[in-house]
Every structure is written in structure tokens, then in C-alpha cells.
């Protein structure tokens, strides 16, 4: 199978305190997210632009979603990943990778959220 896609449309980052979660991604990634109720979960979108580049998400509350520390790892694009890193740790975040080249791909990093999931971060 082949596509002009990119595999990733969408993801989701389970939570257990939205407040604290929206928070701190708030403060990590310098954005608004915009909190709402679906099929009785709730839910905290992160910024997206219809038809641009890249993946939408949220994070999650609700049956069935726990937060985890293993598993799937997803990249959270920023312009600056040391600021990014400061941010998550001054907030209650732990970075795990510190910023590492991976060469004309750019800048990677991982961090630990207040909630137990492992994260990443991204930037060229």
C-alpha cells in the first residue's frame, strides 16, 4: 500500500488530571489548549491548522486511558528543545534524553510529564 500521507494522523495522550496536564503543556509548549467533553472522556486539544503539515492530538481523560512511561513515544514539534526541556522541568516534567543531534534530521529530547508518560520532543 501506498499513500501521499504521512502514517500518523492522529494522536492521544492519556491523562488522569486534566487541570495539571493542560497546564503543563501550556507552559512547555507556550500554546492554548482548549478543553472539551466527547463521548464522556475529556479531552485537551493541542494547536492544529486544518490541511498543514503534521499530526493533530489531545490529551485524554476517560475510561480505558492510562497514562504509561512504556509504549508508543510521540514527538511534540518546538523551535527551541532546550527551552522546551527547561519549561518541562520547571513544571514537574524530568527529562530523560537529553538534546541529541540526529544530524540534518534535526534535534531530539525526552521528557517524563507530570502524569507518567514519556514524551519527545522535535525540532530542525
Known amino acids: 500500500m501506498?499513500?501521499?500521507n504521512n502514517a500518523v494522523s492522529w494522536f492521544e495522550i492519556p491523562v488522569t488530571d486534566m487541570s495539571r496536564a493542560k497546564a503543563f503543556y501550556e507552559h512547555v509548549l507556550g500554546a492554548t489548549l482548549e478543553v472539551t467533553n466527547m463521548d464522556g472522556?475529556?479531552?485537551a486539544w493541542f494547536p492544529m491548522a486544518q490541511g498543514a503539515p503534521g499530526a493533530g492530538g489531545t490529551l485524554i481523560?476517560?475510561?480505558g486511558y492510562q497514562p504509561s512511561h512504556a509504549g508508543t513515544l510521540v514527538y511534540l514539534s518546538v523551535?527551541?528543545?532546550?527551552a522546551a526541556l527547561r519549561r518541562a522541568n520547571e513544571k514537574g516534567g524530568q527529562t530523560l534524553l537529553p538534546k541529541?543531534?540526529?544530524g540534518e534530521h534535526g534535534s531530539i529530547a525526552h521528557f517524563e510529564d507530570p502524569e507518567g508518560n514519556r514524551v519527545a520532543l522535535h525540532s530542525r
Open 41 to 43: 472522556s475529556e479531552m
Open 100 to 102: 541529541m543531534s540526529i
Open 61 to 63: 481523560k476517560g475510561e
Open 2 to 4: 501506498t499513500s501521499q
Open 79 to 82: 523551535p527551541d528543545i532546550d
